[in-house]
């Protein structure tokens, strides 16, 4: 079973910048497509970048698009998310999930079978 254990959300200013963390445990090399959302209180879960593992193309929501960037390192079997120019809008409950499957053409939160608990990242005006 895979386990997927989040870390790195803070309390920053807006135009700040933080780094998630993604420690993946549970099998033997890292899940064929990772990626990163986002939810805060009464609304859907929101799809923020994914990627193909252990290399390939990245795919990033349009409000983030140039602003956050996905990363891997596979010795340390961890996923990353480098956010930069931070907005309040970006306030959210941030999640890692995984599918043992190679990334599908189209992108969904039904893609993936695993999750972490969630790092809160909080950005103030």
């Known amino acids: 079973q895979v386990r997927l254990v989040e870390s790195g959300g803070d309390s920053v200013q807006a135009g700040g910048s933080l780094r998630l963390s993604c420690a993946v445990s549970?099998?033997?090399?890292?899940?064929?497509?990772m990626g990163w959302f986002r939810q805060n209180p009464g609304k859907e879960r929101e799809k923020v970048a994914r990627?193909?593992?252990?290399?390939?193309?990245?795919q990033y929501a349009n409000d983030v698009l140039d602003r956050f960037l996905i990363s891997r390192d596979s010795a340390k079997s961890t996923l990353y998310l480098q956010m930069d120019y931070l907005k309040p809008e970006d306030t959210a409950l941030y999640y890692c999930?995984?599918?043992?499957?190679?990334?599908?053409?189209?992108?969904?939160?039904?893609?993936?079978?695993?999750w972490g608990q969630g790092t809160q990242v909080t950005v103030s005006s």
């Open positions: 549970g099998v033997r090399i890292m899940p064929a497509c």
């Open positions: 999930a995984a599918r043992i499957e190679d990334c599908p053409w189209l992108w969904s939160t039904t893609d993936f079978g695993f």
């Open positions: 990627m193909p593992t252990p290399a390939g193309r990245t």
